[in-house]
């Protein structure tokens, strides 16, 4: 998605020549996104692997203070950013898509790893939601598996330059009327009910990955157990066959 | 899910039942516990498993040996090593493979400075979940990060590793690397310290800690609880010692035994086996041979690992894992896939005492023995 920074009309000799007699002259959008962006608060809730970078990124040697995302909240009533840091279970789906109805307005996602994003090498589980992307709507993607704490760190500052361009006029959280509650998926005996919310993803028309795989995803499950005692009757020491 | 929170009466008393999780700063990960409390004290708590339940065992069916390799990373994500260890060893009995000596060293090597990694973690975490919010924590990651970067300059990440292959490892350690090893574990001594005057005798951590969640012997023993935790009740039992797999056999190192079995001995264990880590470590460096660091059977097989055919059979491989017995069963039918796969996980297995641990104690004190059993949610669930 392409940004268009807000700048404001004044010009720049101007806006200098006032700012050295300590004039700041500026626009209302600019100020109020430079203090949502330089201070948003990320959601403490770790799902896998991922979670160990952006503890890592949390400490000394990543700083992630240094972009003002510090503040680790435990309660989704307090936190601007969750950060989807793992593969989503069809067991946990309907948690994180709860926790993200509870947190406040203006609220924003970031999909931590591949898993997160599409499933990632988990995606042939039964038990692996394909992509988080289906239930609410995600503002950055970060792959990896997992992705280096200077990549969240990326990931922060895209965010952060995706915060610059929003508008109060136009921000939908200002709208009259806004309902931004999704719904929750629930588990049932045949994984998740609905498989997923259109008003927020739609399958593809073309399945690239069948098409890039072929026949080779669908490995038939082998029905003949190996005899075991027999093999050993027949080569009791097994001589290395590879 | 209905009836999460209820008040009941019971004999007269009030028992709360609380539910923990799955998204709790203090489960490690997505655990979720259901605790029945009367007044402060714990009176039942039952673990509720499973969201994070990726299917590890289903996928490893489907896939052709090498390729289960960077799976088992995915296991025990804070030491990825110690898994890559026990699958190799696995795969290598099922096929009769041998290991050269220098691949054997390099394998130690990699796992002892795994297991460091592992048990600072841990402890920082276990502090941080007594209330020392992120200062013991940052002096451990400070330490990890060290270790993690020659993580990632020998095996190409800082997390999943995937650098052991059947029959040797992926790639060698050069002079610099053993350099920086060497000077790893001549550093580490005095972090140890410096995190000792701090915690050790430190009366909030002793007060807090001791004759907390005390496993007994015989209760740990019955339940087939391994690792730390195990040897913290003392009981002597490391399979490093029992099984002396690879060449452990041949390093002096000592196994550190608690006395009562409380969390203080769980948290000061892990210190001890930091220093017999780097005990092993120093002996390690100091014997390494030169030579080959992959079997040469098994070098066509990278470049084609839909080849590699173990013969018909089963192999049961375990290694200590810093977290306990980590096992791995493998059944071949002949073909490139496994006809099963089965782990032994020590964390799923070391939570079932928890309950144990946690009846007739505090509130406040579930979370320091959750922490202290030392659990990684990719490895209870897989």
């Not at chain 1, 898509?97 to 406040?104: I, K």
């Not at chain 2, 452990?248 to 086996?273: A, Q, T």
């Not at chain 2, 460096?285 to 018909?312: D, H």
Request: charged residues 25%.
């Amino acid at each position: 998605m392409a940004f268009t920074e807000n700048k404001t009309e004044v010009d720049e000799t101007l806006r200098a020549e006032l700012a050295s007699k300590g004039v700041i002259w500026t626009s209302l959008d600019f100020l109020y996104n430079w203090g949502r962006r330089s201070s948003v608060w990320p959601m403490q809730f770790g799902l896998a692997c991922c979670a160990f970078e952006m503890i890592a990124a949390a400490c000394a040697r990543y700083d992630i203070a240094r972009f003002g995302a510090e503040l680790f909240r435990a309660s989704p009533r307090q936190a601007d950013l969750m950060i989807i840091s793992g593969t989503v279970t069809k067991k946990m789906a309907p948690q994180v898509v709860r926790l993200f109805n509870q947190m406040p307005e203006p609220k924003y996602v970031l999909t931590m790893g591949a898993c997160a994003i599409s499933g990632g090498p988990f995606i042939d589980g039964y038990n692996v939601l394909r992509g988080i992307d289906r239930y609410i709507p995600v503002d950055v993607h970060l792959p990896g598996c997992p992705p280096r704490p200077e990549a969240l760190l990326h990931g922060l500052m895209e965010l952060q330059k995706k915060i610059a361009s929003q508008e109060i006029l136009k921000a939908e959280w200002y709208q009259k009327g806004l309902k931004r509650e999704f719904p929750i998926p629930e588990l049932g005996p045949h994984g998740l009910v609905p498989k997923f919310n259109p008003e927020v993803w739609q399958p593809a028309k073309k399945d690239p990955r069948r098409e890039h795989y072929g026949a080779t995803i669908l490995i038939g499950k082998k029905l003949k157990a190996p005899d075991l005692e027999h093999a050993a009757a027949v080569k009791p020491a097994a001589p290395g066959a590879v | 899910m209905p009836n999460i929170i209820e008040t009941k009466k019971l004999d007269g008393s009030d028992i709360l039942e609380i539910n923990f999780g799955p998204q709790h700063p203090s489960t490690h990960g997505v655990f979720r516990m259901i605790v029945q409390t009367e007044g402060e004290k714990i009176r039942g708590l039952r673990p509720i498993f499973g969201y994070l339940h990726r299917n590890h065992e289903q996928i490893a069916e489907n896939l052709p040996y090498a390729a289960i390799m960077p799976y088992t990373d995915r296991l025990d994500y804070v030491n990825a090593l110690a898994n890559n260890f026990g699958y190799a060893l696995t795969v290598e009995k099922l096929a009769s493979l041998e290991v050269p000596e220098r691949a054997e060293y390099l394998r130690v090597i990699m796992a002892e400075l795994a297991r460091i990694v592992n048990h600072i973690t841990v402890i920082g975490f276990m502090l941080n979940d007594l209330g020392a919010f992120f200062t013991p924590l940052l002096y451990a990651f400070r330490e990890r990060e060290r270790i993690l970067d020659l993580f990632e300059e020998v095996t190409g990440s800082r997390l999943m590793n995937n650098y052991f292959r059947f029959g040797g490892v992926k790639r060698d350690l050069t002079a610099l690397h053993l350099a920086t090893i060497h000077q790893i574990v001549a550093k580490f001594p005095a972090f140890l310290e410096e995190f000792e005057t701090l915690l050790s005798k430190n009366e909030i951590l002793c007060m807090r800690c001791q004759n907390v969640g005390v496993l007994s012997p015989e209760t740990a023993t019955n339940a087939g609880i391994t690792g730390p935790v195990l040897r913290a009740s003392g009981v002597n039992y490391d399979i490093r010692k029992v099984d002396g797999y690879s060449i452990y056999h041949r390093f002096d190192f000592k196994i550190p035994l608690g006395k009562k079995g409380d969390v203080y001995d769980r948290y000061y264990v892990r210190i001890l086996e930091i220093r017999e880590s780097l005990k092993i470590l120093e002996q390690a460096l100091a014997k390494i041979p030169q030579g080959e660091i992959l079997n040469k059977k098994t070098v066509p097989f990278i470049k084609m690992p839909r080849n590699f055919k173990p013969p018909v059979g089963e192999a049961y491989g375990r290694v200590e894992s810093p977290k306990g017995e980590l096992g791995f069963y493998v059944v071949s039918d002949g073909t490139p896939q496994p006809w099963r796969y089965h782990v032994r996980a020590p964390s799923l297995i070391n939570l079932t005492v928890l309950e144990e641990m946690c009846l007739g104690q505090k509130i406040a004190d579930a979370i320091i023995i959750l922490g202290s059993i030392d659990i990684v949610l990719g490895e209870t669930d897989r």
